[in-house]
């Protein structure tokens, strides 16, 4: 089955295994160093032929190279406390922002621990139904609140026998259900099979553990091996349009090869951020017809191995019990069952901590900051009055513009024509002035037909805004950057970094919020592995700025609910209620 033009949300297209999309061959990214671009005079007997302004790249001619050997893990980092339209280049493809020093090393950020592979032996990968965890202690019969509650994990494989190595994904969470509550569990990878699990105490009740296997190391080594080799295994659509009314629809992506094309390709330059597309050029008309964009296709990126080491029956799959539920206690002196010390309040600049919080009662508590519930439509208008909030992202960032409207009956939409799945989209509340905006960011996205000249980078967007007290930004990516290696995602990074610390330079006073991408995914077009790297790249990239952030990751990871990369309305408000928090802190 090929999905073209069938995104009815941004990126939740449900995917089948093997039957997606046209397989493409010979995209294999070759091993240079990161960053470095092959003009066309380095490359012998090619030209580049340019006629009115437009740049017609020949097959090979250019293209983007990385270094990631194959012994490449991902370690986390440690926490820490003017504007023009796109248009066709002529010029040799070059990064235009530094990347900032976290950003840097690729090798040393993408760390992950190795595996050896199962040799083709599917018996030979970690099981979800063999895997076993226990306590590492004694049971008591009571816990004390404000401790920790520790557990050790064996993984094993399909036959019951321990695995030598680690690099699973498993998922750790301490549930009371009755209580609505729920924390995620730190689970540390011992890199010989074994891990141990941590779940801080943090409210009286009855606690129950409770463990998945995301995916198996083996499954992990697949997704690895297409995100470094491959240069995109998912493809676009670019409409153009002559000047009778003819039009002629062509392959376009973040890199030439990957367009498939045989003949000349049209190079396009975001003159603000310095991003390429690509499209191969149309068989009559112009490059500069370009007039729509859409979803592609999914590639066939997989073997028959591949599919099973990543088929649902063992993916995201619930442990066996291994823990009994257990007893929370409050202390003696103790006049609150939550385990919440003063904190100060939501301002930007906070050290992260983990986990960063947790759900008691439906409601999400900080534990970095003293987190607000606007809990009625006065509370939010009084928050957000004379405010003007830019939210840049994907449909997971939507969801934020589409809560508080429907929240807040006085918000009104203004109907600005466009395509509601991309935006722009705008809501007034006239009589507190409130301007809400919302507008999904440039390419690579996953959407229906849409105009082009509707898709501003983010770094055009954020070049065009004085700042300010009154000016809220609300950056959210990533969900559409799993289907190409991680150079692209950092590339876009960089850019969007600079023009970040240049708003905030020319106004301190602006608020900067960047939403972390939440969990959801589970294939190869987008695994909560990649979700994991894309959250740590955008960690690295804003962590010297004066930026708050929102960890959707663990928000969305922290109940018994399943995963969505759409959560619902419980999750959503909880998020919107932590962005409040930073606008009005006290």
Not at 236 to 250: H, I, L, Q
Request: aromatic share 8%.
């Amino acid at each position: 089955m090929l999905l073209s033009n069938k995104c009815g949300n941004d990126s939740d297209t449900k995917l089948s295994d093997r039957q997606l999309g046209a397989s493409r061959t010979g995209l294999q990214a070759e091993g240079t160093s990161f960053g470095e671009w092959k003009s066309p005079s380095q490359k012998k007997g090619r030209e580049t032929q340019t006629t009115d302004g437009f740049s017609f790249l020949y097959p090979q001619i250019l293209y983007f190279k990385m270094s990631w050997p194959d012994s490449t893990i991902f370690r986390p980092p440690a926490p820490r406390p003017a504007s023009k339209s796109a248009s066709v280049s002529t010029e040799s493809p070059s990064l235009l922002y530094s990347l900032p020093q976290e950003l840097a090393n690729l090798t040393h950020l993408l760390f992950w621990p190795p595996t050896p592979g199962d040799g083709g032996n599917l018996l030979a990968s970690t099981s979800p139904q063999t895997s076993t965890y226990h306590l590492r202690g004694p049971a008591q019969a009571t816990y004390a609140l404000g401790g920790y509650l520790e557990a050790i994990l064996v993984a094993r494989d399909h036959r019951g026998k321990p695995k030598t190595h680690g690099g699973d994904l498993f998922r750790a969470q301490l549930l009371s259900p009755d209580l609505k509550a729920g924390v995620p569990g730190d689970v540390q990878d011992l890199e010989n099979g074994t891990y141990l699990l941590f779940f801080p105490l943090l409210w009286a009740g009855q606690a129950q553990v409770k463990v998945r296997l995301v995916h198996s190391s083996e499954a992990i080594g697949v997704l690895r091996r297409i995100w470094r080799e491959k240069r995109a295994t998912i493809d676009f659509r670019g409409y153009f349009r002559g000047t009778t009314g003819t039009e002629e629809t062509v392959i376009c992506n973040v890199d030439p090869q990957a367009t498939g094309s045989t003949g000349p390709i049209c190079q396009y330059r975001d003159v603000d951020s310095g991003e390429l597309w690509f499209c191969a050029q149309p068989p009559t008309l112009p490059c500069n017809s370009l007039v729509g964009h859409s979803s592609g296709h999914y590639l066939n990126v997989t073997t028959l191995h591949d599919e099973a080491l990543l088929a649902w029956k063992v993916t995201d799959k619930v442990l066996p019990q291994g823990i009994s539920p257990i007893q929370i206690r409050m202390g003696a002196l103790e006049n609150s069952s939550l385990a919440l010390l003063p904190r100060r309040p939501c301002r930007p600049g906070l050290p992260s901590v983990k986990p960063s919080g947790f759900y008691h009662r439906d409601v999400w508590h900080s534990l970095s900051c003293s987190s607000r519930s606007f809990s009625t439509v006065d509370n939010i208008l009084g928050c957000l009055a004379g405010r003007i909030v830019h939210m840049m992202g994907d449909s997971t960032l939507r969801q934020w513009w589409e809560y508080l409207l429907h929240t807040v009956p006085s918000l009104k939409p203004v109907d600005l024509h466009v395509p509601y799945q991309t935006g722009p989209l705008m809501a007034v509340e006239t009589n507190r002035g409130i301007v809400l905006n919302w507008r999904a960011h440039s390419w690579p996205l996953r959407s229906r037909r849409t105009p082009v000249a509707s898709l501003h980078s983010v770094v055009r967007e954020l070049g065009g805004l004085a700042g300010g007290p009154q000016t809220v930004v609300v950056l959210g990516l990533g969900a559409h950057f799993t289907t190409f290696p991680p150079s692209i995602f950092v590339r876009r990074l960089a850019g969007i970094r600079a023009a970040v610390a240049a708003l905030l330079a020319r106004e301190p006073r602006t608020l900067v919020v960047i939403k972390l991408a939440n969990t959801g995914y589970k294939s190869v077009y987008g695994s909560d592995w990649f979700t994991l790297q894309m959250n740590r790249l955008l960690q690295a990239a804003f962590a010297d700025l004066h930026v708050a952030f929102v960890d959707a990751w663990e928000m969305t990871s922290s109940l018994a609910l399943p995963d969505s990369i759409h959560p619902g309305q419980l999750i959503v408000r909880n998020e919107v209620d932590f962005l409040l928090s930073f606008i009005c802190p006290t």
